[in-house]
T-cell receptor, first 115, second 115 residues
C-alpha cells in the first residue's frame, strides 16, 4: 500500500512570497490532516478535512493560510504571504475514516524555510 | 488545558537498557493516547496506543503505562537498541463535535541508544 505522498520535499522562499504544498493521501482514506511542525516541537494540527468538508480549522491562521481538498482526494495548503515564523515542516496525514481512535498515517513532510 | 507535557527532552540509553518517557495532560476529555516514533526526514509513525480505561498495554519491547487519576502516561522501551534512536512523541486524542478526532502532541523526546 502506497503511503501519503507530499511535494515538494523542500522549499526556500523569501518572506512575503507565496508557497503551496501538495498532498496525496492513502487511497480510500476519507480524512486528511495538515500539521505544522516547528523545529523542536510536536506537530500542531492546522486543518482537518472529512472528504471535501472542513471538520476543524481552529488553529489555521486564516489571514495567510488556506487549504482545499478537491474531489475528496488530493489537497493543497497555501501560505500567502509567508512570514519568517512559518519556517517549519508541513506534514500531511490521512486516516481511513474520521474519528475515534483511527490511526493517522503521516507523509514525509515539506520543509519550508522562509528567509 | 489542551497541552500535553512531555519529558525528558532528550535521553541517552545504553544498548539493552530501559528507555522511559513521561507525559502528562490536563484535559480529562482526552480519550485515546497514542505514541508516535519519528526518524529524521520522515513523518511520525504510530508506535503503540492506549485507551484510558486500561492501565497498561504491551507490544513487544514497547509498553505504555497509564495512570488516569494522575493524568499521566509513560512509554517504556525494554532492551533498547540502536535502531530505536529516534524522536518519540506522546499524543492525546479528542473527539470533535463535527466528527473526526484531534491529536495534541507533546514536544518530543530525542532518544539515542548507544552501543
Amino acid at each position: 500500500e502506497a503511503g501519503v505522498a507530499q511535494s515538494p520535499r523542500y522549499k526556500i522562499i523569501e518572506k512575503r512570497q507565496s508557497v503551496a504544498f501538495w498532498c496525496n493521501p492513502i487511497s480510500g482514506h476519507a480524512t486528511l490532516y495538515w500539521y505544522q511542525q516547528i523545529l523542536g516541537q510536536g506537530p500542531k494540527l492546522l486543518i482537518q478535512f472529512q472528504n471535501n468538508g472542513v471538520v476543524d480549522d481552529s488553529q489555521l491562521p486564516k489571514d495567510r493560510f488556506s487549504a482545499e481538498r478537491l474531489k475528496g482526494v488530493d489537497s493543497t495548503l497555501k501560505i500567502q504571504p509567508a512570514k519568517l515564523e512559518d519556517s517549519a515542516v508541513y506534514l500531511c496525514a490521512s486516516s481511513l475514516v474520521a474519528g475515534f481512535r483511527n490511526t493517522q498515517y503521516f507523509g514525509p513532510g515539506t520543509r519550508l524555510t522562509v528567509l | 488545558q489542551q497541552q500535553v507535557k512531555q519529558s525528558p527532552q532528550s535521553l541517552i540509553v545504553q544498548k539493552g537498557g530501559i528507555s522511559i518517557i513521561n507525559c502528562a495532560y490536563e484535559n480529562t476529555a482526552f480519550d485515546y493516547f497514542p505514541w508516535y516514533q519519528q526518524f529524521p526526514g520522515k513523518g511520525p509513525a504510530l508506535l503503540i496506543a492506549i485507551r484510558p480505561d486500561v492501565s497498561e498495554k504491551k507490544e513487544g519491547r514497547f509498553t505504555i503505562s497509564f495512570n488516569k487519576s494522575a493524568k499521566q502516561f509513560s512509554l517504556h522501551i525494554m532492551d533498547s537498541q540502536p535502531g530505536d534512536s529516534a524522536t518519540y512523541f506522546c499524543a492525546a486524542s479528542l473527539v470533535l463535535t463535527g466528527g473526526g478526532n484531534k491529536l495534541t502532541f507533546g514536544t518530543g523526546t530525542q532518544l539515542k541508544v548507544e552501543l
